[in-house]
Nanobody
């Protein structure tokens, strides 16, 4: 298993930016695909972005052109750069890791992002 800890959330005005970080430990970083999910109160958890062990990325339509997922193997970290934030981006954001060998999944504790005037 890999242990995940998110950070970087906070309160930001519409149009502003935040950079979320996910620190991974306890396993081999290159053996995992990573993703960022988000969940607003009363709503289903939503997949936001993914990045494979080969650094291929995907994004949900609502964040394309605004969010960027990346990974740093030396630092064993995954990032989500969020620009041009909107009210509807308000949610708890979770880091997720899936092993490319087997079906092992790990989740971080979540970090709150609030977009408000």
């Amino acid at each position: 298993q890999v242990q995940l800890v998110e950070s970087g959330g906070g309160l930001v005005q519409p149009g502003g930016s935040l950079r979320l970080s996910c620190a991974a430990s306890g396993s081999i970083f290159s053996m995992y695909n990573f993703a960022w999910y988000r969940q607003a109160p009363g709503k289903q958890r939503e997949l936001v972005a993914t990045i494979t062990n080969l650094a291929d990325t995907t994004y949900t339509d609502s964040v394309k052109g605004r969010f960027t997922i990346s990974r740093d193997h030396a630092k064993r970290m995954v990032f989500l750069q969020m620009n041009s934030l909107k009210f509807e981006d308000t949610a708890v954001y979770y880091c997720n890791a899936d092993s490319i060998v087997g079906s092992v999944t790990s989740w971080g504790q979540g970090t709150q992002v609030t977009v408000s005037s």
